[in-house]
């Protein structure tokens, strides 16, 4: 269960000093289960991230509110910090594994109100990734995930970022962000893109996204844009929707990415420019505690190399709600792949293999 607190008796055991009037949210999930894919051994971990998390709003009067929100992500088989798949984290020299990022999940400052919507400023959900996740019966999580889930510039969260939400308009919004790049200039950027001269100067830039999303009734629509920073200008695309009917959930999507060589060598992937092309075609159905997934997706590499291929993917789940805290999953999925780079990409393991099988069954609980 949820606990609304006051700021004093929850922050002042983290930092000492709080606002009286300062509600606070603690909340949670704790996941872990069991996974067998192929090229790798039976393993235990998590479908979505296990966490724990501060959220809180102030009355400032007139609608106007203060918002913070704090997350830490861990992996709950061990208690080790998730090493996670972060592609801003990784450019800009603040990878996500034991030595990374403290708070993997969001960790951000702002004021938001009814009329005008809200303003964060720190670490907040990518926009383009957030929208787009939406369509996956998977939500990017656990050997099912959709392909989204492993595109090259894949930021669940951006650092260094501001971002506006609208309020909702007969059920259109408006998301927009600014990303600042890790200014090293003069070269300083050499270890960041690798063997390059120039570093910031030549690779270096600050990143922007936007969202559209109609959300009314039934239908879901959404259509996102994203330059990454400190990424020699790479970026995305993506469009898609969703219809919901009497338990049923029909969702289509597509995403199209462009890595420029020097990010490609930055995130270790290889040394040459990168297109990437990715569709999603999900189903959902949930009667009463029971919901069955069901989701395909093609993938296309174009590295204009040696590397090009496609992948298919198919994937099935179901979750049972014990309650409506507590539930068991079961997912299993299969990629083919035309060669080990394409495999090495889209295979949930990361093995490269061109054909991998995923099992995954778990248990989540939420607070």
Known sequence: MKKTLIALAVLGACTGAAHAQTNVTIYGLVDTGLIKESGSDVRMGGNEDSRIG??????????????????????????????????????????????????????NVGLSSDTWGALRLGRVNDIAIENFGALDPFIYYGVGSSFGAYNLLYSEELANTVRYDSPAWAGFSL????????????????????????GYDDYGNDGFGIGLKYDNGPLMLTANYERIADSDNSRLWDIGGAWTWQGFKVSVGYQDTTVERAAARALGIADMNIDQKDWLVGLQYNTGPHTVKFSYNRGEV????????????YSLGYTYDMSKRTSLYAMVAYTDSDNNFVGEIYNSNHVADDSVTGVQLGIAHRF
């Open 54 to 107: 501060f959220k809180g709003t102030e009355d400032l009067g007139s609608g106007l509110k203060a918002t913070f929100q704090l997350e830490r992500r861990f992996n709950l088989n061990n208690g080790t910090r998730i090493a996670g798949n972060n592609a801003l984290d990784k450019l800009q020299g603040a990878d996500n594994g034991e030595d990374g990022v403290d708070w993997q999940g969001a960790a």
């Open 175 to 198: 998301n927009l962000s600014y990303t600042l790049g890790n200014d090293t200039h003069h070269g300083n950027g050499e270890g960041i893109y690798g063997n390059d001269t120039g």
């Open 302 to 313: 174009e590295s204009h190399g040696d590397y090009d291929g496609k992948a298919n993917k």
